[in-house]
């Protein structure tokens, strides 16, 4: 499973538990661990002794906060499937407003279920999108006002196309 990690705005690591191992930034790292419980560790590292514990995790929030050798760390943690809704434009908003809508695959436009000036509302539905013989209802991941709608019905559209502008 892979994990990106943050510690405030330093620039995220990405680590990679494999079986028995673990690797960060694609470096594997030869690491001696002992889980004494669900929240305690003690990790020997090139011959250094490392104490550490989750202290606290916010499971919602995705953020937690690590004590190594009595130091306090918080870190902000997003998985592969928190990653690929960033790559699609789907990613949380700390202020639920919407930018933007994009298309989450190849598709072509049927329906287009708002008008500009409408307000709409997290889980609004907003454009039907035909995709491999399937129709998907786009829905609004945020509140907002449309403010231009980008594409028509039976436009053939990319992944990520911008489809909505919000304001």
């Given at each position: 499973?892979?994990?990106?990690?943050?510690?405030?705005?330093?620039?995220?690591?990405?680590?990679?538990?494999?079986?028995?191992?673990?690797?960060?930034?694609?470096?594997?790292?030869?690491?001696?661990?002992?889980?004494?419980?669900?929240?305690?560790?003690?990790?020997?590292?090139?011959?250094?002794?490392?104490?550490?514990?989750?202290?606290?995790?916010?499971?919602?929030?995705?953020?937690?906060?690590?004590?190594?050798?009595?130091?306090?760390?918080?870190?902000?943690?997003?998985?592969?499937?928190?990653?690929?809704?960033?790559?699609?434009?789907?990613?949380?908003?700390?202020?639920?407003?919407?930018?933007?809508?994009?298309?989450?695959?190849?598709?072509?436009?049927l329906h287009i279920l708002v008008?500009?000036?409408?307000?709409?509302?997290?889980?609004?539905?907003?454009?039907?999108?035909?995709?491999?013989?399937?129709?998907?209802?786009?829905?609004?991941?945020?509140?907002?006002?449309?403010?231009?709608i980008k594409v028509s019905t039976?436009?053939?559209?990319?992944?990520?196309?911008?489809?909505?502008?919000?304001?």
């Open positions: 499973m892979n994990y990106k990690v943050q510690y405030k705005s330093e620039e995220p690591f990405e680590i990679e538990l494999m079986d028995g191992a673990l690797s960060v930034n694609g470096s594997v790292q030869n690491l001696d661990i002992l889980k004494i419980n669900e929240s305690k560790f003690h990790i020997i590292k090139d011959n250094k002794s490392y104490d550490i514990s989750v202290v606290s995790m916010d499971r919602k929030t995705k953020q937690c906060t690590i004590s190594v050798n009595g130091k306090n760390y918080e870190l902000k943690l997003s998985n592969e499937l928190d990653q690929l809704l960033l790559k699609m434009g789907m990613g949380k908003s700390k202020d639920n407003k919407m930018d933007v809508v994009k298309a989450p695959m190849p598709g072509l436009v008008e500009i000036g409408q307000s709409i509302e997290k889980g609004d539905s907003l454009i039907i999108l035909e995709a491999m013989k399937m129709e998907n209802i786009i829905k609004a991941t945020g509140s907002g006002i449309v403010k231009a039976k436009d053939a559209v990319e992944k990520n196309q911008v489809l909505i502008e919000m304001e």
